[in-house]
């Protein structure tokens, strides 16, 4: 019954420390628009209804980059806004396509904004939302959460560590 439970708490400790590197990992990687990029994907979560209601907010979504040549009229992209002061992550059916050269194309959306294909996320086909992750992600993201959730608990753990090998050193003399 020990040795369960033992293995029980060591995998919870060894989960606690994966998420807990996971989550300073996408603070530290996150860009001035809250994306974090790893290889072709890109990980953002949903603030303040900023894509409009197909998405919740605090959901967790994850964009494969699309090739420009796999962009049609009709699709629906995810972008980096630079029109506006407030870094934010738009949604928005292309109307039209142009391709500047081999690697560049501007997209312009159904609201008459024009984009070039380096702000390009990815299309709604190569996106996939997680409702759950994303509150939870939100939670452990913030200020308090990742102070009261990951830095407190850490602290204290070193803290007893080094209470344990203080004592067991006195209790060897």
Do not use: C
């Given at each position: ?38 290889g ?36 629906n ?17 292309v ?43 939100f ?13 407190f ?8 560590e ?12």
């Open positions: 019954m020990k040795k369960g439970l033992k293995a029980f708490l060591g995998v919870l400790v060894i989960l606690y420390i994966l998420i807990a590197i996971l989550t300073t990992t996408f603070l530290i990687k996150r860009n001035d628009y809250g994306v974090v990029k790893i072709d994907k890109s990980y953002f979560l949903v603030e303040n209804e900023e894509l409009g209601e197909e998405y919740d907010n605090h959901t967790l979504i994850v964009v494969t980059r699309t090739p420009n040549s796999d962009i049609n009229v009709g699709d992209v995810f972008y980096y806004d630079t029109y506006t002061h407030n870094k934010t992550i738009k949604f928005n059916e109307t039209k396509k142009e391709d500047i050269n081999e690697n560049e194309t501007t997209f312009t959306t159904k609201d008459n904004s024009s984009f070039s294909s380096s702000f390009l996320l990815g299309s709604e086909e190569n996106m996939s939302s997680y409702v759950l992750f994303g509150k939870i992600f939670v452990l993201q913030s200020r308090w959460g990742f102070l009261f959730l990951i830095i608990p850490l602290l204290l753990a070193f803290l007893y080094i209470y344990a090998l203080v004592k067991e050193v006195k209790g060897n003399k």
